[in-house]
């Protein structure tokens, strides 16, 4: 069973930076892609980074630019640089891991993210 826990949340002022990290254990081999997601009070969950096993990135609209999505080289840290932050980034945000299946999800808890203006 992979294990994801999450961690570098906090309040950070608008323009300002965070990183945060996820910490993966278990059989590492069984994942296929990886990604960071969030949600926001009454919202539904998005994603905002993905990144495959060979190092591709894909991130939506609304934080290219911005975010950046790495795994160290023993593929068990996950980190999502977020730069210029802004109030709408607030939100909790969810360290995603997927099998090759791609219908076997693993889901940390969450880290809460708070952007002020």
């Known amino acids: 069973q992979v294990q994801l826990v999450e961690s570098g949340g906090g309040l950070v002022q608008a323009g300002g930076s965070l990183r945060l990290s996820c910490t993966v254990s278990g059989p590492i081999f069984a994942i296929n892609k990886m990604a960071w997601y969030r949600q926001a009070p009454g919202n539904e969950r998005h994603v905002v980074a993905t990144?495959?096993?060979?190092?591709?990135?894909v991130y939506p609209d609304s934080v290219a630019g911005r975010f950046t999505i790495s795994t160290n080289n023993a593929k068990n840290l996950m980190y999502l640089h977020m730069n210029n932050l802004k109030p709408e980034d607030t939100a909790v945000y969810y360290c995603?891991?997927?099998?090759?299946?791609?219908?076997?999800?693993?889901w940390g808890q969450g880290t809460q993210v708070t952007v002020s203006s």
């Open positions: 995603n891991a997927v099998h090759p299946n791609g219908w076997t999800n693993w």
């Open positions: 990144i495959t096993n060979d190092g591709h990135a």
